[in-house]
């Protein structure tokens, strides 16, 4: 039965909703809709239009027969601005400090409508890199790695600490922790990354980056290559390890006093390049 248009361009903005990133042919919706594919493109037209005023992503249609539509997530500067001054006043308060100078982020990151923009906010860092996978380490960085993956569309892998019978073979790595200079243990299933990946590093907080410069020897393991780094928050130290990340957040603490200082990281130097190359192709 043909589909009106109305009920139409409800059903296509679900579907490209729930596929990021992915290629949908002018065929397949003509097919889905019984509908012309000049109907098809008209409809496609006005979602792309839509999607731009709205601050809700991409809709590139790509001509010719094997050509399609494909919807890629994003967030505008002012939405990302707005967001992380919520997350500054949130995070904001003292009784948040923890001994060593981490923060308590837990209750935070455990709320559905924090995780989708931090996953969108990240992930519009790499709207025209290809990435085959968002690596991140047992267990607090999961959720923020499953909101990441969920908008660029592509899998999660969580490296452990600990051997895990059901993770089959492992691949391992030595590596030295940051701040407290211990030689720590860290594997992932060999299943769980193609060799040659493209990988996304994601975690909660950072301090020194240890952990993190353990999972990009990882990464190497599996003769991949790191495509970018990404945290909620880092913390402040006198050395890190690593040098090219990105941050939504950044953290002082006082050991002494139990003080806080937070504000924006730097996620707006590496962020606001992806949109503003965005609106220049609106």
């Not at 949908?24 to 008209?42: C, G, H, M, P, R």
């Not at 839509?50 to 890629?72: M, V, Y």
């Not at 193609?194 to 907080?205: A, W």
């Not at 945290?231 to 040098?243: L, N, P, Q, S």
Request: with cysteine.
């Amino acid at each position: 039965m043909k589909t009106r248009r109305s009920d139409r361009l409800v059903d296509m903005t679900c579907y490209l909703l729930e596929r990021p990133r992915t290629l949908v042919s002018l065929t397949q919706f003509a097919e889905l809709y019984e509908s012309a594919k000049s109907s098809i493109s008209e409809d496609l037209t006005i979602l792309k239009r839509t999607f731009q005023e709205r601050g809700i992503g991409l809709l590139e249609t790509i001509p010719g027969a094997a050509g399609g539509a494909r919807f890629t997530p994003y967030m505008v500067k002012s939405d990302a601005e707005d967001f992380v001054a919520s997350l500054v006043n949130e995070i904001n308060d003292e009784t948040r400090v923890l001994p060593g100078g981490y923060v308590y982020l837990s209750d935070l990151l455990g709320q559905p409508w924090v995780l989708q923009r931090v996953g969108r906010l990240i992930s519009t860092q790499y709207l025209r890199e290809p990435i085959d996978a968002v690596m991140t380490a047992a267990t607090k960085g999961v959720p923020v790695a499953q909101a990441v993956a969920e908008n660029l569309n592509v899998p999660f892998v969580i490296v452990r600490n600990d051997t895990k019978v059901t993770e089959g073979p492992t691949m391992s790595v030595n590596y030295v922790t940051g701040q407290s200079q211990r030689l720590e243990k860290m594997e992932l299933s060999r299943r769980s990354l193609p060799m040659g990946s493209r990988v996304l590093i994601v975690d909660d907080f950072m301090k020194a980056g240890g952990t993190i410069r353990g999972m990009a020897s990882l990464v190497k393991e599996f003769e991949g290559t790191v495509v970018g780094v990404a945290v909620v928050a880092e913390g402040r130290v006198e050395h890190r390890v690593i040098d090219k990340y990105t941050s939504l957040v950044h953290v002082d603490t006082n050991k002494d006093n139990g003080s806080i200082n937070v504000r924006p990281g730097n996620y707006a130097q590496e962020v606001y390049i992806a949109g503003n190359a965005t609106e220049a192709r609106k």
